[in-house]
């Protein structure tokens, strides 16, 4: 009957999240990773506000950029988009971003000043908040792919990561 080992508790310990969702506590930590938490935070608070509001119309957007951010948290942050050369995955951020700012922007509006709710009041708040996030982070793509973009871009690779503007190598004037 001394067969049965107690178990180990002295090894590394997972939270939750990271049992179902892998996030590389690099890319956590990193600019573009603490964006699209943001984003996919943003993204579902504001459709849990607009499920419980009358303005349940506007659900289906802070679904769809919810799915669209949780997929490119885990392709970052698992490293699949380097798998995959044939997608452009920076690009395909910076439209992602620029849609969810304008269609966030919106809906925000019209939730706000149409619906008396207080779940649309509160629904309309988030999404103005997930709007500036979104905006911020095509504004940091959009410098990333112009300079991978003034460079050259003829090495195959994803845009650098960095967005420090070097203007050194310019022969544009």
Same mark, same amino acid.
């Given at each position: 009957?001394?067969?049965?080992?107690? &178990?180990?508790?002295?090894? &590394?310990?997972? !939270?939750? *999240?990271?049992?179902?969702?892998?996030?590389?506590?690099?890319?956590?930590? !990193?600019?573009?990773?603490? $964006? @699209?938490?943001?984003?996919?935070?943003?993204? *579902?608070?504001?459709?849990?506000?607009?499920?419980?509001?009358?303005?349940?119309?506007?659900?289906?957007?802070? *679904?769809?950029?919810? @799915?669209?951010? @949780?997929? $490119?948290?885990?392709?970052? !942050?698992?490293?699949?988009?380097?798998?995959?050369?044939?997608?452009?995955?920076? $690009?395909?951020?910076?439209?992602?971003?620029?849609?969810?700012?304008?269609? =966030?922007?919106?809906?925000?509006?019209?939730?706000?000043?149409?619906?008396?709710?207080?779940?649309?009041?509160?629904?309309?708040? =988030?999404?103005?908040?997930?709007?500036?996030?979104?905006?911020?982070?095509?504004?940091?793509?959009?410098?990333?792919?112009?300079?991978? @973009?003034?460079?050259? %871009?003829?090495? %195959?690779?994803? &845009?650098?990561?960095?967005?420090?503007?070097?203007?050194?190598?310019?022969?544009?004037?």
């Amino acid at each position: 009957m001394g067969d049965i080992e107690a &178990p180990d508790t002295t090894g &590394p310990s997972q !939270s939750v *999240l990271q049992t179902i969702l892998p996030i590389a506590k690099e890319f956590a930590s !990193s600019r573009k990773g603490q $964006l @699209l938490i943001a984003e996919v935070a943003l993204s *579902l608070i504001a459709f849990i506000c607009f499920v419980a509001s009358t303005a349940a119309a506007f659900v289906t957007a802070p *679904l769809i950029e919810f @799915l669209a951010a @949780l997929f $490119l948290l885990f392709a970052y !942050s698992t490293k699949f988009n380097e798998r995959f050369k044939g997608f452009h995955f920076p $690009l395909m951020d910076f439209l992602r971003c620029v849609s969810a700012s304008i269609i =966030f922007f919106i809906i925000s509006i019209i939730s706000v000043s149409k619906f008396t709710d207080g779940a649309s009041k509160a629904a309309g708040v =988030f999404g103005f908040i997930a709007t500036i996030v979104f905006a911020l982070d095509f504004y940091f793509i959009f410098n990333d792919l112009a300079n991978f @973009l003034k460079q050259g %871009g003829d090495s %195959g690779d994803d &845009p650098p990561r960095t967005s420090e503007y070097n203007d050194s190598d310019s022969d544009s004037d």
